[in-house]
């Protein structure tokens, strides 16, 4: 796969589409939380290290052909990721190589659907975490999340070394009801599209690039997009799609990867709204590849483009009663463009 994402750089690693490089990295305290309630079905069906890497290196070398044979989307990846790798033609994320230092850290679940995350550093100096899932015994394993940081090299495998997750394990999976936590982890997709949509306001996050430094830079482009000849508003919702927890290895703290539903909209305010030429990383104005997705090339008052991503996010979430969470990476991708 070839990087082909544009950016809500340095300050927030939000909207994530064909252009130019993701972004972000943030400050990261440590959190708490409790221990999982699992469901137990069949001791056969938990996963060992061992099973979950061999899963892994047959899944990687088919996921970089994605680029020249994005049809096969929907057999390497689900939900959220197939609608962004069959929109993007199989170029949704930068290639991640060959990956060294793996880890994989493998939830202590006897029933389905089970996952696991396996985390490395690219040949490019970058660092990724995949979220396979397998919903069924004998099923397909799919890849169900790909997040990865390009402002700091390989940055989410020092992350999770700092929470505590200093190698490969089996390691205890977070209910999505635990009420325990800061926030249970099947709401933290509304808490923080909440948090996002309101500026920033409450204590529900710590500041960060993904949270402070995130409505930041959606001010600064609602500014430059007014000088420009365009009206810019980014929204968040909750995205109904499940949230991937585990413990750490302390106790008292939990990482949770969850989603959320993010839409830009432009909307030009005359005819002489500027028509970007080429590839930039702001988005005061809509970005060259959506214009010419869209067939754009001229502007009209009230022309309206809007780009729907999902965001696929990292939290650290505290137990309840703490300070507040702390969001480790957040990469946004483009699954759908429209015009009006």
Sequence with gaps: MTATHSVKCAAAGALVVALAAACG??????????????????????????????IFTAFLPKFEQLASNPSA?????????????????????????????????????????RWFLAVGSATTQQGFLFVMVQQSGGAPWHEAAELYDLSSPVQIVPDLGAAGFTGSSVASPVAADDTSLTNEPSALSAAYARYLNDGGRGKSFLPGAYTTGYVKSDRQFASGAAAEGWRYADRQSASGLPAYGLALPAGDGAIVLFYTKDTASWTATSASAVIPSSTSSSLD?????????LGITAARAGLRVTATSYDENLALVGPAGAEGMVIVVNVGKVFKLNKS
């Design 285 to 293: 104005a809509p970005p060259a590849e959506f214009l010419s997705r």
């Design 73 to 113: 989307a929907s057999q390497l990846t689900t939900g959220p990721e197939t609608a962004i790798e069959t929109f993007l033609a199989g170029r949704a994320g930068p290639a991640p190589g060959t990956l060294t230092g793996e880890r994989f850290l493998v939830p202590a679940l006897t029933g389905y659907p």
């Design 25 to 54: 990295g943030a400050s990261h305290p440590p959190a708490g939380s409790k221990h999982p309630k699992a469901a137990p079905i069949s001791a056969a069906a938990q996963l060992t290290i061992a099973q979950a890497s061999s």
